[in-house]
């Protein structure tokens, strides 16, 4: 391993109590933010160039009649050279853990033209799985589950 918290300008000795990261200026990249005890919390902003695409989901059901983010979703997206990135929604965990509930993708060089084939496995509100099987373009979507089960793509 190398150390290069100073190369970052990171190297500061703070008690850090907490790290948040997130894609908070929409462009595809993950920024972050740290919280340090008795002291200010910082931001970092992303700013790195040709960083590839990506893929931002946030899988919603309806629960009850009300919108819930589906928590225990599972998403697998495969990539033209055969890889798959496979994530899952989880709210967190741990003392006063919490996580969004959006799945960011990095992609890599993939054509901003060409929809992906994206799997996803739920369980309703019941405990019944499901899965779907969409097409998504490289960017942001917002996918509802609900009546989803047999679907074939998303705009």
């Known amino acids: 391993y190398y150390d290069l918290a100073s190369d970052l300008g990171l190297d500061e000795p703070y008690v850090t109590r907490g790290i948040a ?22 931001f970092y902003r992303n700013d790195s160039q040709g960083t590839g695409e990506f893929l ?14 589906a928590i225990g979703a599972s998403v697998t997206v495969s990539l ?20 969004s509930s959006r799945l960011h993708f990095g992609l890599g060089k993939v054509s901003t033209d ?19 099987s969409l097409l998504l373009a490289p960017g942001s979507h917002i996918v509802p589950l609900e009546n989803m089960t047999k679907m074939a793509s998303v705009s």
């Open 21 to 42: 990261t997130a894609d908070v200026d929409g462009d595809g990249d993950l920024d972050f933010v740290y919280a340090n005890q008795w002291e200010d919390s910082y």
């Open 56 to 69: 931002d989901l946030k899988l919603l059901r309806n629960s009850n009649g009300s919108i819930s983010e």
């Open 80 to 99: 033209p050279d055969g890889r798959k990135l496979v994530a899952q929604v989880d709210g967190g965990n741990g003392h006063s853990g919490v996580r």
């Open 114 to 132: 060409a929809a992906l084939p994206v799997e996803v496995q739920w369980r309703d509100t019941e405990g019944q799985p499901h899965q779907t």
